[in-house]
């Protein structure tokens, strides 16, 4: 177990860390300590879900499939690009400041479906979880180690973060960080959208 369990913990840490629509979502959650347990077990299964397809063959498929792949990828950059601009709306209006006590709470089924949505509907998340990750696991024997140490990354991650957003509850008190966190996302997100454009 030893080799592809480190290499599928290394690799999976390294794609997820990257801040994004759905860490950015589930940082916000955090923040606000609005349900953070749920949202956080559907980002990790989701990803676990998505891993599995791609060690189990799904890299195979989109060989075969080349137009499955550009296809995941003229979507992704159209979902990255209007993702970004409401960030962009978001960052450019403003007055948006963490008080916990006195956010008005989304309800679990409004939060849960945004972070589906951001999940499933980001095709980035499949290049990255499901054909990166399928590929490489073609290089080890043992397939079901690589995957249990990706899948053991992706819950490590969304736990910390989701649990560890309330230390940064002071910083986002204040109107200006959440216009600066808008405004990296939206940056981020339209360089994703153009990279694949460009790819």
């Given at each position: 177990?030893?080799?592809?369990?480190?290499a599928?913990?290394?690799?999976?840490l390294?794609?997820?860390?990257?801040?994004g629509?759905?860490?950015?979502?589930?940082?916000r959650?955090g923040?606000l300590r609005?349900?953070?347990?749920?949202?956080?077990?559907?980002?990790a299964?989701?990803?676990?879900?998505?891993?599995?397809a791609?060690?189990l063959?799904?890299?195979?498929?989109?060989?075969?499939?080349?137009?499955a792949?550009?296809l995941m990828r003229l979507?992704?950059a159209?979902f990255?690009l209007?993702?970004?601009?409401l960030?962009?709306?978001?960052?450019?209006?403003?007055?948006?400041a963490?008080?916990?006590?006195?956010?008005?709470a989304?309800?679990?089924?409004?939060?849960?479906?945004i972070?589906?949505?951001?999940?499933w509907g980001?095709p980035?998340?499949?290049?990255d979880?499901?054909v990166?990750?399928?590929?490489v696991?073609a290089?080890?024997?043992?397939?079901?180690?690589?995957?249990t140490?990706?899948?053991c990354?992706?819950?490590?991650?969304?736990?910390t973060?989701g649990y560890?957003?309330?230390?940064?509850?002071?910083v986002?008190?204040?109107?200006?960080a959440?216009?600066c966190?808008?405004?990296?996302?939206?940056l981020?997100?339209w360089?994703?959208?153009?990279?694949?454009l460009?790819?």
């Amino acid at each position: 177990m030893g080799e592809a369990f480190w290499a599928g913990l290394g690799l999976g840490l390294s794609l997820i860390v990257a801040i994004g629509a759905q860490n950015a979502f589930v940082l916000r959650q955090g923040i606000l300590r609005q349900h953070v347990g749920p949202v956080v077990l559907l980002c990790a299964a989701s990803d676990a879900v998505l891993i599995l397809a791609g060690v189990l063959g799904f890299g195979a498929l989109s060989q075969a499939l080349p137009w499955a792949v550009e296809l995941m990828r003229l979507g992704g950059a159209a979902f990255l690009l209007v993702y970004g601009a409401l960030a962009l709306r978001s960052a450019w209006r403003g007055g948006q400041a963490l008080e916990a006590a006195e956010a008005a709470a989304r309800p679990l089924w409004q939060s849960l479906a945004i972070s589906a949505a951001l999940t499933w509907g980001n095709p980035h998340v499949y290049l990255d979880t499901v054909v990166l990750l399928g590929a490489v696991s073609a290089d080890f024997a043992d397939k079901r180690a690589f995957a249990t140490g990706a899948i053991c990354a992706s819950f490590a991650f969304f736990v910390t973060l989701g649990y560890g957003a309330r230390l940064l509850a002071p910083v986002f008190r204040r109107p200006l960080a959440w216009r600066c966190l808008d405004l990296s996302v939206a940056l981020v997100m339209w360089s994703v959208a153009l990279s694949l454009l460009w790819s």
